[in-house]
């Protein structure tokens, strides 16, 4: 069987790639397929997380083991065949290839053709360029910086007196003796 997952980032809007790969394949093959499908170094620190259908991670699939929390099951890239984590069409992943800026890609497991077998992944759709494996931080955090600022004057504008309430004051909403009462420890 080959599965067929489409490649997304959040960084570039006109980036999508789509890699067919055998189901019997590793992770690892999967990462190597999608680095060289947009010229990333396949050496870097990376990790595969199985997500539900509202993106929310589930299962990690490293590279490495790092030395996790021993009551959690480490899933190594060479050692995890895409069949045994992956059943469904629609299947979500994130490939998180920057952990300092935790920049990562989203797949999504777009057909399932049975009745077939891949020697080698494949890229059959490239469009765009990708974003750059690596980020100057600098920079990075000046874009953050600048994309929360205007989010915050967005937000501001669309708060008016209304939703923070009025600001005069009424005794009759202020039990002072309820308040007298109330003991703190």
Known sequence: MIFNFRIVSDEVDNFKREIQIDAESTFLDLKNAICEAVAFDKNQMCSFFICDDRWEKEKEITLEDMGSDSSQDIY????????????DEGQRLMFTFDYITDRSFYLEMKEMITGKKLKD?????????????????????????????????????????????????????????????????
């Open 76 to 87: 190594l890239m060479e050692d995890s065949v895409l069949s045994d984590f992956i059943d």
């Open 121 to 185: 992944p494949v890229c059959s759709l490239s469009i765009g360029k990708a974003p750059a494996q690596n980020v100057d931080l600098d920079e990075f955090d000046a874009k953050t910086d600048a994309k929360a600022a205007a989010a915050a004057a967005a937000a501001a504008e669309d708060m008016d007196e209304d939703f923070f309430g009025s600001d005069q004051y009424n005794d009759d909403e202020f039990d002072a003796a309820g308040f007298d009462e109330m003991t703190f420890n």
